[in-house]
């Protein structure tokens, strides 16, 4: 699959590895739910204020994605990710606005928030995805890590983040092969009454496995993908498969994942490597 920007991983959380704060009170949750990966796990923040998430971490960390994960935000909200060194200079930024009230982008706008398929934004808005990353232009060693967040016109009264994710992302030179299989894995139990119509005694919940099979890469490529797989065995990794892409793309294909096993990677020509995998959501 070559006319798309090609898949792009993150593995290990640098936020793991630092001292967390956060400017504002917490009405739910505790700051290290943040780097937890179950969904039974978050955090809310009121929205009469900007939240500051800050990140001192233990050892400088090159860093070029940063992920906000099962998060409302909604397409008014306004996000800013800094890459600061020890003495508080910014190193990289992004910044992320909403887009003025006639609909059109402002000057600068990545991209906008939300996503409603039964209420879509104005003409030229660019809906992001409830798991998301922010990629830096460059890789960029940093010890410090800034994320504001401010989402005033919330209607759920509050601002909800699960997972705060950074570190160096894996991109591969070749993207995976069609016939990708994405599937939705539900739970849930129902019950067929004596009448024979059911009823759903346990409440279903949706979670994704995604087989793919990546074909023809190159050496780099299987050298970073075994290295980093091999760096962080235990804990969730961030995939894009899209990571240039919008709408469907970017909404499916974007997810916290584990993978189902290690990578068995095949040598099939000279520095001409493939292996297959299954990337269950968390």
Not at 32 to 47: G, T, V
Not at 185 to 191: D, E, N, P, V
Request: glycine share 6%; hydrophobic share 40%; with cysteine.
């Amino acid at each position: 699959m070559n006319n798309c920007t090609p898949i792009r991983f993150v593995f290990g959380n640098a936020i793991r590895r630092g001292v967390l704060s956060i400017s504002t009170p917490i009405l739910v949750g505790q700051p290290d739910y943040l780097l937890n990966e179950h969904r039974s796990r978050y955090c809310k923040f009121p929205i009469d204020a900007p939240t500051v998430i800050e990140c001192h971490l233990l050892n400088e960390r090159g860093i070029d994605a940063v992920v906000l994960a099962q998060h409302n935000l909604t397409e008014l909200a306004s996000v800013r990710i800094e890459v600061l060194d020890n003495a508080g200079s910014v190193l990289a930024e992004q910044r992320f606005e909403p887009p003025p009230a006639t609909g059109q982008l402002a000057v600068g706008t990545v991209w906008r928030a939300g996503i409603d398929p039964f209420d879509p934004p104005p003409p030229g808005a660019r809906p992001f995805p409830a798991t998301f990353a922010a990629w830096l232009d460059d890789v960029t060693r940093a010890t410090r890590l800034r994320i504001s967040i401010y989402d005033p016109g919330n209607p759920e009264g509050f601002t909800r983040l699960g997972v705060v994710m950074a570190g160096r992302s894996v991109r591969l030179s070749r993207n995976f092969a069609y016939g990708a299989s994405l599937t939705p894995i539900t739970s849930g139990a129902t019950t067929r009454l004596a009448s024979g119509f059911a009823v759903r005694s346990q409440l279903r919940k949706k979670a994704r496995s995604w087989s793919l099979s990546l074909e023809a890469m190159t050496e780099d490529d299987r050298a970073a993908l075994y290295a980093a797989d091999e760096r962080y065995p235990n804990e969730p990794v961030f995939v894009s498969g899209y990571s240039a892409g919008t709408d469907w793309q970017r909404e499916q294909y974007n997810f916290l994942a584990i993978l189902d096993q290690s990578p068995c990677y095949s040598h099939d020509y000279y520095q001409g490597h493939s292996t297959s995998l299954t990337l269950l959501e968390v």
